[in-house]
Structures are given as C-alpha cells and as structure tokens.
C-alpha cells in the first residue's frame, strides 16, 4: 500500500463511500459450486461489513488484533477480510483445508486471537469461529455503522515454501490506499484500471487472489468469484457478465485452453489477461496469444517478500519468448555462488532491489533473515539468466534442482516440455534417490480423460525435441490428482511424499 497522506483512505472508508455513491448496483457476483448465483449491491454489502465488523470487534481486542480466515471463496471470505479491516484488525488468510493442528501453530505464531473456519472445523478450540456461526451472529449485530479504523499492518501473508510450515510476513505501513492509484503503477502496467468487471477464479485463502480481489473492490470493480474454479464455467463468465479482468494462473491456462475445444467464447469485453505464480510454457503462452492477441496478455513475476517485480506484455514476450520481464520499478542482478555478477546467458540466482523505500515486508519471526548482498539487493530463492536486452529468464528454484549424476536439472524446464503432450493434463516433476544417478528424474503426471495410456517411452520420445538427455524422465507415477493448492501451486514435497512416488526411490 501506499504512504499515508491526505487523499488515502482506509479500505472501510471507501467501501462506504462506494455504497453511497452506487447503491444497489452490482458490487459481488458469487457463482456458487452447485451452480447457482449470487448478487450484492454496494449498500448490502457495506451492512453487512458492518455487522461483521462489530461481530469481530467483540471478539477481538481491538486495533492490531490479528484475525484468521479459513474461508473458501464466497460472500463470507470478501465481507470478512473487509470487516476485519474495519474493525481496524490484521487478517491472515490461510487454506481452509489446512489440518487442525497447523491452524494453532499458525495463530499461536501470528498472535491471532479468533479465526473464522469452515463449518465443522471450530471444535473445542476457543479462538475458531465457524462461517454459520460468524453469518447467524452478524443478523443478530447492530445495523448501526462501524466506524472504519486503519490497521497496521493490513495483513499477514504466507510464504509458498516447498517444505515446512510457511514463514509469516508483514507490511507495517498503515492499511491504506488512493483510489485511482492502487499498488501505484503497477496494477496500471497489467491492464488493471478502476470500474472493471473482474473474474475471481484463484481461491483467496492465499495472497494474489485476495490482493487482486479487494483492490478490485477498492477500485469499484464489480468482481465475479467463482466459489470454485471450473474451467469451462470461468469461459462463459467472461462472456455473460463482460469480465475484462482476469488473473489466472498456468495451470488454469491449460484448463482453459483445454475447455475452448467445446465452448465458444468471444472475449470481446477481455481488456486484461494477466498471469502469475509460476513459470509459463512457451507453447502454452503462444496458444493464448494467438487467441486473444498480444496486447492482452500480461505477465508478472514477483514474490510476498515484495523484493521487487518484473513485468511483460504480450508484445514484448513475442520478442523475447520465455521471458517474465524486465524489471519493474525494481533493480535486479543475477550472481554465482560466491556473490559475483554473471554475464548475460549465464544462469545464478537473481537479486532484486525495489526502488521504493516505504514499506516493506518483514519477517515476523526475528530468526527468518532474507538473504541479500552488500548493495541491499535480496534473493528469495530463485534461479535465472538476463539476455543483452535485460529480460530476465527464471530457472526453477534453488532448492528443486535435482542434482542427477552431477548435472543440475530444473524441474520445470522438463514440465513445460512434458506437459505439451496430448494425453498429459497435469505434471510435477521431482528427483528421488537413485543408487546409480544420486537423483533421478521423476515426472508424476495427471492423464487427460479418454485418451488413453502413456509410456515412460512416450514421454521420453516427446520430450527429446526440447530436452537435453539428461533432463528426459527416467521414470514415472501416473495418478489421479495432483496436490496443488487453490492457487495452482504445487508442493514438491507433498509430490515426493506420495507412497507411489515414494516407492519408485531405490
């Protein structure tokens, strides 16, 4: 968010402001699992919020209290991330699956003094309320308005780890933004502008989707949440209510492009297709340029440390195919292990600088140090290359290459390459323990429906156009789902500890 000044206002303020000025026009849109829909205008909305809100008050303590949300996507996620707000709290919005015993050492870690759950996940633990629960308790709150506080910080975000429970992160500055200019020039460079009709099809118990959701909301955007991600259902949307804001992720893309064969959709409100969160495939990206055009098409690579940001068009991308972008507002550097730069071509780690020096995400726990260079430049794992012309090239995660036979192989290099297969609808590949290689390569693969088997052969003579030999798969585990969260992403580890794969280690 940006610096405190005389034109920001709290995310409450100017939910207020919008009721008054729009009234009963469309401000929720809930496309419910089961098929129904939901509509909210503004002033039912802003009620609601403030029911909420006193609700949260009376359970927590007060400004800066933190409050969990396990909440799947729904009326109930938005207007309690807003009334938490409000109510001048912090909210820390987490996997509504999450085991019981991780949720408690999440709130003990954050201080949270309530958390908001699915309906049966409350028990006998004093500080979880359930979704019924919080809904029958707000009919029953005050109708009169709350009046809007400004928390500080505004939340507490999650790092997508591969192993662990998650580090916990905060912005200090105050919860507080300009309408007109949320996340500065930034949200402007993805083709997001104020009045949107925005597509929610990430599940917001995690950073991006609520980020893009509620500043929607803050910018007047009419936002259409789909309680579950439906890929063909997500098409029609776009059409029937004239989405021209949409942020999806690679894996969504591939559901999508998939869904096409049979809907026909025109895309003739779409202004802005912008995805995120992991390494696109270069077929895959062309595919969806080809479908909508270039000027389209956004792309952003970033982190919940807010480390900086890299940021491409369309257009920029068909120059420099695989690229996630040149730095933006940022400054980045790609050094070897003993912290020299490297030339153009050359794969390290990357190293980012913003130029902004408001704000900032910190650790929550003093123990967690975000590793950085003598200049102040900081690495949060990641691997890549820059080309002459300063586009930045990811490389996979530090942690994920899998070292087989000496040669660094990056995981997903070989599941772009593998998941262009006809029969392979989803892939995660993982190294496990071989006598022979120390690590092998291990592609754990999603089938398409009605196409058939796949061979180990197959894979390995599919991938040899775009594959060094080393990098081709030396085995495999077919299954029926693969663990990604609500966002798209995929835990290696949740990957490596599945008894099928486990079992294929020697």
Same mark, same amino acid.
């Given at each position: ?21 729009? &009234? ?10 089961? #098929?129904?829909?939901?509509?909210? #205008? ?5 009620r609601l919020v403030d029911r909420l809100a ?70 006998? /633990? ?25 928390? %500080? ?26 309408? +007109?200019?949320?996340?500065?020039n930034v949200a402007r460079a993805l083709g ?9 099809? &990430?599940?917001?118990? *995690? ?8 500043? +929607? ?24 209510? +004239? ?8 894996? !969504? !893309? ?22 995120? $969160? ?14 909508? &055009? ?49 030339? /153009?071509?050359?794969? #390290? ?17 003093? $123990? ?32 994920? $290459?899998?070292?087989s036979g000496g040669i660094k192989i990056h ?23 071989? %006598?022979?290689? &120390?690590?092998?390569? *291990? ?32 085995? !495999? ?30």
């Amino acid at each position: 968010m940006m610096a405190e000044d005389a034109k920001a206002m709290s995310f409450g303020e100017r939910l207020r402001q919008l009721a008054t000025q729009r &009234g009963d026009r469309p401000a929720l849109t809930i496309l419910e699992a089961g #098929g129904g829909v939901q509509t909210i #205008g503004w002033a039912e909305l802003n009620r609601l919020v403030d029911r909420l809100a006193h609700v949260i008050a009376g359970h927590a303590a007060g400004k800066g209290t933190v409050v969990g949300i396990g909440l799947h996507n729904g009326l109930a996620h938005v207007a309690t991330v807003l009334a938490t707000w409000r109510a001048g709290c912090t909210t820390l919005v987490f996997d509504p699956g999450t085991p019981i015993e991780q949720m408690i050492l999440l709130f003990d870690r954050a201080g949270a003094a309530l958390a908001i759950v699915e309906d049966g996940q409350a028990g006998a /633990e004093p500080r979880l309320v359930d979704r019924a629960a919080l809904m029958a308790a707000a009919q029953a709150a005050p109708e009169t308005p709350f009046a809007d506080r400004v928390p %500080r910080p505004g939340k507490i975000m999650m790092t997508g780890g591969s192993t662990g429970l998650p580090k916990l992160m905060a912005d200090d500055l105050p919860w507080k933004s300009v309408p +007109g200019a949320a996340w500065g020039n930034v949200a402007r460079a993805l083709g997001f502008r104020p009045d949107q009709v925005q597509l929610v099809c &990430g599940a917001m118990s *995690h950073n991006a989707p609520l980020t893009w959701a509620q500043l +929607g909301l803050f910018e007047g955007h009419h936002l259409v949440v789909m309680e579950r991600f439906d890929a063909s259902r997500a098409l029609r949307a776009i059409d029937e209510y +004239g989405v021209q804001f949409v942020m999806v992720v690679p894996t !969504m !893309m591939v559901r999508l492009l998939d869904a096409l064969k049979d809907i026909d959709v025109t895309f003739a409100t779409l202004e802005a297709f912008y995805h995120t $969160a992991a390494v696109c495939p270069i077929w895959l990206k062309h595919a969806w340029i080809d479908r909508l &055009g270039a000027s389209r098409v956004f792309e952003m690579y970033g982190s919940g440390e807010n480390v900086g940001q890299t940021i491409i068009t369309g257009d920029e991308w068909l120059a420099h195919p695989g690229s996630v972008g040149r730095s933006f507002e940022t400054d980045v550097r790609v050094l070897d292990a003993d912290g020299k730069p490297l030339p /153009e071509g050359e794969i #390290g780690e990357l190293f980012m600088k913003r130029w902004s020096t408001a704000g900032g995400t910190r650790f929550l726990d003093p $123990a967690h140090v975000a590793r950085s260079d003598p200049d102040g430049f900081v690495c949060v794992g990641d691997l890549a290359w820059l080309d002459g012309d300063g586009y930045v090239y990811l490389a996979g995660r530090r942690d994920d $290459a899998i070292n087989s036979g000496g040669i660094k192989i990056h995981p997903e290099k070989v599941e772009a390459a593998l998941l262009s297969h006809p029969a392979v609808r989803d892939v995660v590949v993982v190294g496990v323990s071989d %006598r022979e290689w &120390g690590q092998r390569v *291990h592609a754990v693969i999603e089938l398409r429906a009605g196409i058939g088997d796949v061979t180990l052969d197959d894979l390995r003579h599919h991938g040899r156009v775009q594959l060094a030999a080393a990098e081709l798969p030396k085995s !495999m585990t077919v299954v029926e789902r693969l663990p990604r969260d609500g966002f798209g992403k995929v835990r290696r580890r949740a990957v490596r500890d599945l008894p099928a794969v486990a079992q294929a280690a020697n």
